[in-house]
């Protein structure tokens, strides 16, 4: 990626349900260190939770729904290419992108995973890391390639689990880490 000059990199997040990525992205594209700026949030879910924090902020919001997901992303590579979007952040977006769209925004797409990838790619991370009776669990981000959570690693941060670790408590603490991690990537890889 080119380095950040002081212009704001115009930037999409792709979210579907809670949002509290998006809400941190945006709070931290507010800052003067920040190379990015929100300029669109997709989604695939109107009802999703965290779409609030693109209306607070008055972020313009497309929503999809085409039956045939290709058709969708048809008319959202449109809108990238018409607003200059030149960063896609994705941030619990729970749709898998085909890997022609990938190809058609290559190296320019990122995502957040709540493990120490390459292991537990997938959902349901947290309760399959303590099933398994890990000493550490983490988060991470990387680079979206063609297949599912594999991408070049970005940043990584390794989260220790203790033996009374329930998923939902693990959940929130590596979510805090995520909210410190997704802005120092991105800081990272326009520098
Ligand atoms: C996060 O744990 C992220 O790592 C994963 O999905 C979750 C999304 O949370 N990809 P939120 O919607 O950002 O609160």
Redesign the pocket.
Known sequence: MKKFSGKKISTAVF?S??????KNLINFSYKKKSPIVIDFVFTNNIKAY?LKYAYEKKINVYCFKNKKFSVSETKILKILKKKKIMLICL??FMKILSSNFIKKFNGKII????SLLPQYKGLKTHQRVLKNKENYTG?TVHFVNSKLDSGKIILQKKIKIYNNDKEKNLERR??RE?HKLYPKAIIKIFS
């Open positions: 979210i349900g809670r949002g509290s990525n998006l965290g941030a619990g995502n957040i995973h709540p988060c590596v979510l995520e």
